[in-house]
């Protein structure tokens, strides 16, 4: 199984969680379940949220956009289902807490599942007949964002802008995060479509160089994409193997590891010409520009030791977390907690009736076993400045600090310790002997630090 | 012996005293001459309003403390009704110190929290594991079923400098005694429960609720949530309902049979007194009356 595949690039700082990626990885991608009601997030991207574009009661067509907005940095939603608009109401968000959503009643007679259109690929795609704009266009109308998590506009990201012009592209295929597969599926299974994708991509932001860089734990992917890359002749795009080590699949990381440059405390890869995707985020691309199709299903991985029937489901965005953990089998009578994303950057989800958005990549459901006795029970000791939460933090911050600035109010010195350069990867706080959740506090301290500077309503 | 050692420790001595007396006076005339130099002209205005204030540095009125705030209201005369634990009589004599003539103000502002859900009235989902703050469990997915109500975590107890604030069965209770209305607790709250309300009495009504859901949902989270039934509004105009919630304008408030009855046929006993001596709210009735709308 292993190769002698081994990535020779990385970063400084990180981790190495144990990957537990065996209990999916070998499952392919299935239908997920069939829904009888979706709600769909208005806010799943970072931006300005959209607003409904349907009302109470009005019939909707799958792909049918039920919401817009007019700002730059956004995307619209779209019905994943055929049916009816039941409501629009606050829902409960992984993300935001709660947030307006469109809840659609699903027909029940005419709903056929969503197929995904890897079949419509091949190795011979071209992405030449297709114009700058109309790509531009198909991607904003499709409501695109980052699906490794961020959830940050395509539209934007790719968009060719004269101030910054784009020369490098970097594919992320890393998949650091413990547990999850749905990247590694998508790369074995969809690999002409993501190509497709990548092609496309490459001609919208006019990079010259194209890495798609994948982590040394998943030989087989990186031979999957090799092989149909050396069939399709494409001498300028790369694919890298990188270390495995988290978070390896971090933006600025990924950066770091590839091209060894640095992108600046609060600024954005275009500023030094880098444009970075996920492998998701390019299969979409391919779907939404050559079968003008929006995003409204998504591969999410229902994993965990305390669930019946792990695996890696094409489920339509909107279904509640519930739903789906019912449709894998259930939860076992060991599960104790439940998290929408993997367990180093995923959120704890107390309300099952959450629904899956765009950034939703995986389910996850820990035991209290893995979670571990002392953090299951909070037991938590003083700071004994042992250093290890600064050698791990790929960002080079002094979590320490900043947590204990935090924990007694004091913003300004969490500023100047660079509270907002936190990329939240949670290393800090897994490393952490003594049990202090590092992590947490930099999180509440940034929401603080937005009220306190009245960018949050108070 | 004792008297010669003496002399011979007077002779060594002298010199130096000599010098430090020297150096002493001649400090003192440089000392002086700065004094006199560069002294600094300080408006005894602020130095008498800044002893009219109660001296506590809360905070509440936007400045970094008492002092501060002297200076500021000694320029602008138009911050005068800014201390809040002063409240009117600190205003008056601020007044009469710049000579000015103010307008009767309101009556002084407490914190209300609109909320009365204790520990055994609220549906909890999943344990709390995190950050004990409510700022950060708030931020998180429904810590519990109410997406409104009183967290509990204290955040308004840790902001409140007078030890006016108390989390008592996992909500938060203002102790009016103790409280000097700075408002330090509603700026905390990150649910908005807490609301800087004009007591024109001893004790004030409130619909001690933030819930917007509808009636249903509201019922099935929550033992003393308002459901918007409207029985109140129905009773006197100084209810509204809005999004599901009735509000009460405190403006108009004043207790009267009318507000008594409203408050009695509250099928969830949401309508409650806060104040010094504000009776024990009542327990809502077990199966309440069928609400008509």
Not at chain 1, 110 to 124: L, M, Q, R
């Amino acid at each position: 199984m292993k190769t002698n595949i081994k990535g020779k690039f990385s970063f400084p700082g990180g981790t190495h969680p144990p990957q537990n990626k065996n209990l999916t990885s070998e499952s392919p991608i299935q239908q997920g379940p069939a829904v009888k009601q979706v709600a769909i997030m208005l806010s799943q991207h970072i931006g300005a949220a959209c607003k409904p574009t349907v009302k109470k009661a009005d019939p909707v067509q799958a792909g049918q956009k039920i919401g817009d907005s007019d700002s730059f940095v956004s995307a619209p939603v779209h019905s994943p289902v055929n049916g009816k608009v039941k409501e629009i109401s606050l829902q409960s968000h992984a993300v935001l807490g709660r947030s307006q959503a469109v809840v659609i009643e699903a027909d029940a007679e005419n709903n056929p599942p969503k197929e995904s259109a890897c079949d419509k690929f091949t190795s011979s795609f071209d992405a030449g007949k297709y114009s700058v704009e109309q790509i531009c266009a198909a991607i904003r109308q499709a409501g695109l964002v980052g699906m490794g998590g961020a959830g940050f506009p395509t539209s934007v990201k790719i968009e060719p802008n004269p101030k910054l012009p784009k020369e490098t592209l970097i594919i992320n295929g890393c998949e650091c995060e413990p547990y999850i597969t749905c990247d590694y599926r998508i790369m074995l299974e969809w690999t002409h479509q993501i190509i497709a994708g990548v092609k496309i991509a490459k001609k919208v932001t006019g990079c010259q160089k194209v890495f798609i860089a994948i982590e040394d734990n998943k030989p087989q992917a990186i031979e999957a994409i090799r092989q149909a890359l050396g069939n399709s002749g494409n001498d300028d795009i790369k694919v890298v193997p990188v270390k495995t080590k988290y978070p390896q699949g971090g933006e600025r990381q990924l950066i770091k590891a590839v091209l060894n440059k640095t992108v600046r405390t609060g600024g954005i890869p275009p500023m030094i010409g880098v444009v970075v995707l996920n492998v998701a985020t390019t299969a979409a691309i391919a779907e939404a520009v050559v079968c003008d199709k929006p995003l409204t299903h998504r591969v999410v991985t229902v994993t965990g030791e305390a669930i019946a029937k792990p695996g890696n489901y094409y489920t339509a965005i909107g279904t509640t977390i519930g739903e789906l953990i019912e449709f894998c089998g259930g939860i076992t009578q060991k599960a104790a907690k439940v998290i929408a994303g993997g367990p180093m950057m995923g959120i704890a989800v107390a309300d099952l009736t959450t629904p899956i958005t765009k950034t939703t990549g995986a389910i996850t459901i820990l035991t209290k076993q893995q979670i571990g006795d002392a953090k299951f029970t909070g037991r938590k000791t003083a700071c004994i400045r042992c250093g290890r939460c600064v050698d791990v933090c790929p960002e080079n911050l002094v979590p320490t600090a900043i947590a204990h600035a935090v924990k007694n109010n004091l913003m300004d010195v969490a500023k100047n310790y660079y509270l907002t350069a936190c990329i939240e990867c949670g290393c800090c706080s897994y490393v952490c002997p003594a049990n202090i959740e590092l992590t947490g506090y930099i999180k509440t301290g940034k929401i603080l630090l937005a009220k306190q500077e009245k960018r949050m309503p108070a | 012996m004792i008297l010669a050692n003496m002399y011979e420790l007077w002779n060594s001595a002298w010199p130096a005293g000599l010098i430090m007396l020297g150096l002493g006076t001649s400090f003192a005339i440089v000392l002086l001459i700065a004094s006199i130099k560069l002294k600094v002209e300080v408006d005894p205005k602020v130095e008498q309003i800044h002893m009219a204030l109660p001296k506590i540095d809360c905070g509440a009125c936007g400045f970094a403390g008492c002092s501060s705030y002297a200076k500021a209201v000694a320029e602008k005369p138009s911050l005068i009704g800014m201390c809040a634990p002063g409240g009117a009589k600190a205003a008056a004599k601020i007044a009469e110190i710049l000579n000015l003539q103010i307008s009767e103000s309101g009556p002084a502002k407490k914190p209300i929290v609109h909320c009365r859900a204790t520990t055994g009235d609220k549906t909890i989902y999943a344990e709390y594991q995190g950050i004990p703050m409510c700022i950060s469990a708030n931020a998180l997915v429904n810590v519990q079923a109410c997406k409104f109500g009183c967290l509990g975590y204290g955040d308004c107890v840790a902001a409140c400098k007078f030890d006016a604030l108390h989390i008592i069965d996992g909500l938060a209770v203002v102790n009016y005694e103790k409280c000097t209305g700075c408002g330090a607790c509603a700026k905390a709250c990150p649910r908005n429960l807490i609301e800087m309300v004009p007591f024109a009495h001893e004790n004030m009504m409130t619909v001690a609720c933030k819930n917007k859901e509808n009636g249903k949902t509201t019922r099935s989270i929550c033992k003393v949530g308002c459901i918007g039934c409207g029985l109140c509004f129905k009773q006197t105009n100084i209810f509204a309902i809005e999004e599901n919630l009735a509000r009460l304008d405190y403006e108009k408030y004043e207790l009267n049979d009318q507000t008594k009855t409203a408050m009695n046929k509250c099928p969830t006993g949401v309508i409650v007194f806060r104040g010094l001596t504000a009776p024990e709210p009542r327990q809502p009735a077990q199966k309440p009356a069928a609400a008509t709308v």
